[in-house]
């Protein structure tokens, strides 16, 4: 019985090599690398990059489908040269012969759980990683091979970036000029480009010109920043202004992350099951409510400016290294995200320093602001009027005659820590959580009951994410044997009816589960969709047993 075995599995893994090498190639030259070199920009050098990072995905989809054609060619081939009809002879249950399919589904189902898994997420960060190097590249051979750069399609607005000349800068170059230099600041410099902007219908919004610019790559973080210096430039918005700038910096802003590599499909099952339990950790869902965190945090420090200022006139902050800050005022209101003070006083006090420093202004304006890590910081910022500039005494009892400034901010200055110290009950967890009563402004409960929607929906995705990958992965245990039965069935001159007969339950598998997925991400029928999803493989079973039993005798 090893023997045939041995012999069966050998003839299998013949037709399931040949067919996966055929079906790879295909989805690799055909669909992967098309588009990535149609969209992304990559030159023919790069395709070596590339190749290696999308052949893995390529194999992970196409060797069910190798394996269920394998299959049905082989079974079919062993039914038609008699094989079978000699071990049935021989006193061999045919359905013993079904154990190197099992084995061969057995196989492409573990590959596929490790490579959906963890190799295909492991590959999209490479992928990921490959633009953020490149990304200088990628913009150049764009705006070289293309002669443009194009953002937003659809029903968006349409951004269209063009340039005359593209050209690296050497480090000496940004050295002379006072640039900063390193492994991860990628700069290009593009000559006499030209900006258009238009809306969905086409219509010009805002046009600019510019004899040179500089875009400066920053990629030593996450998300990576693209800022732009132009230099003789002509900014045109239609119906609004028309502007000479003779210099100016644009950004630094984020670049959007890869659409592969934010997708749920190739995240890796730890992350999904970790997220299925605590959805406020989802990458998209965990930046709104930082945002949130942060506008409540502005709320209540704000609030805690304008008691202070106007109950007992003063406000006490504290900074960095010892540093102070007391402001006094006439007139404090909150207005346009920030604190808004008429006739002020501020004394700042630094241990580096021997005397206080006082100024004086009649506007004032008092912004925070968070910081990574936690945290944030206040700026506190002193405005020239027309009628006043800002006043600075190097005595506290400002008898020196003062220094008038143009309008100026005092850094260093903290949030408070028992403002910190309130929002700290105010956890991801529990904003998200319907059950915890928080005491909100009508603005922050409005967007915190859109939140908790928002992770009730994304529970649902990562519900509906987690229950298609399996099944799709256990699905080769079911089909397999049913496409070997059929190739018995259909042998000889009718392979190719087996095959396509083979495929249809394989196919109408997926649809089940694609349809169960979309069930499983609305409220409504949440709990419908997964036995939609499991359903039909356990048709696709039951038809297994009802093939096997009546239609291949033993």
């Given amino acids: 019985m090893v023997t045939l075995h041995a012999y069966i ?32 920009g990559v030159s023919a050098g790069d395709v070596f990059t590339v190749i290696p990072l999308l052949v893995p995905m390529a194999i992970t989809v196409t060797m069910p489908i190798a394996a269920v054609f394998a299959a049905a060619i082989s079974y079919g081939r062993l039914a038609a040269d008699n094989e079978l009809l000699a071990c049935r002879a021989a006193g061999i249950n045919v359905h013993r012969t079904l154990l190197a399919a099992l084995l061969l589904s057995t196989f492409v189902a573990l590959f596929t759980f490790m490579s959906a898994n963890f190799v295909i997420p492991g590959l999209a960060q490479e992928i990921e990683n490959f633009v953020r190097r490149n990304l200088r590249d990628l913009v150049a051979q764009q705006l070289e091979g293309r002669g443009f750069v194009h953002k937003g399609k659809g029903d968006d607005d349409r951004q269209t970036l063009t340039a005359e000349r593209v050209q690296s800068v050497s480090e000496q170059a940004l050295q002379e000029k006072g640039f900063e230099v390193a492994d991860d600041l990628h700069y290009l410099l593009i000559t006499n480009p030209t900006y258009l902007h238009v809306d969905r219908n086409g219509d010009l919004i805002r046009f600019a010109v ?35 700038i003779g210099q100016q910096q644009i950004g630094p802003a984020p670049v959007p992350p890869l659409p592969t590599t934010s997708r749920l499909s190739i995240t890796d099952l730890r992350n999904l099951l970790r997220w299925c339990g605590a959805p406020w950790e989802v990458p998209d ?28 006139g003063t406000l006490e902050l504290t900074g960095d290294f010892g540093r102070a800050f007391r402001v006094q005022c006439d007139a404090a209101r909150v ?105 909100l402004p009508q603005y922050l409960s409005d967007r915190r009951i859109g939140l908790q929607k928002s992770a009730a929906y994304w529970q649902r995705k990562v519900v509906a994410t987690i229950n298609f990958r399996l099944a799709f992965i256990l699905s080769v245990l079911v089909t397999v044997p049913m496409s070997a039965a059929l190739g018995i069935i259909f042998r000889g001159a009718r392979a190719l009816a087996a095959v396509a007969l083979s495929l249809i339950p394989f196919f109408s598998v997926g649809i089940l589960m694609m349809l169960g997925s979309n069930l499983t991400k609305e409220a409504a029928t ?26 291949v005798r033993r």
């Fill in 9 to 40: 599995l050998r003839e299998l893994l013949k037709s399931f090599g040949l067919a996966l090498v055929a079906l790879t190639v295909l989805f690799t030259m055909g669909g992967g690398l098309y588009n990535v070199v149609r969209y992304e």
């Fill in 285 to 312: 869902l965990a930046a709104q409510l930082r945002i949130l965190r942060a506008d409540l945090m502005r709320h209540r420090f704000y609030q805690y400016c304008t008691t202070h200022l106007q109950g007992d």
């Fill in 335 to 439: 207005d346009g995200g920030e604190v808004k003070l008429d006739g002020v006083r501020v004394r700042a006090t630094d241990p580096q320093r021997p005397e206080p420093v006082v100024y004086a202004a009649r506007r004032a304006a008092i912004r925070a602001a968070p910081v990574p890590g936690g945290g944030a910081v206040v700026e506190l910022e002193l405005i020239r009027t027309d009628d006043q500039p800002v006043l600075e005494y190097r005595d506290a009892d400002e008898q020196t005659r003062p220094r008038r400034k143009a309008t100026l901010s005092l850094d260093g200055a903290q949030v408070p820590a028992e403002i910190q110290a309130e929002l700290a009950p105010y956890s991801a967890a529990r904003i998200i959580d319907p059950k915890t009563e928080f005491s």
């Fill in 210 to 244: 510019a004899n040179y610019g500089l875009f400066i790559f920053d990629t030593r973080d996450d998300p990576i920043e693209l800022t732009l210096l132009v230099r003789d430039a002509r900014d045109f918005e239609v119906g609004k202004r028309a502007v000479f």
């Fill in 526 to 551: 949440f709990q419908i969709g997964p036995l939609v999803t499991w359903g039909g493989l356990v048709l696709v079973l039951i038809a297994d047993l009802l093939i096997l039993r009546l239609g």
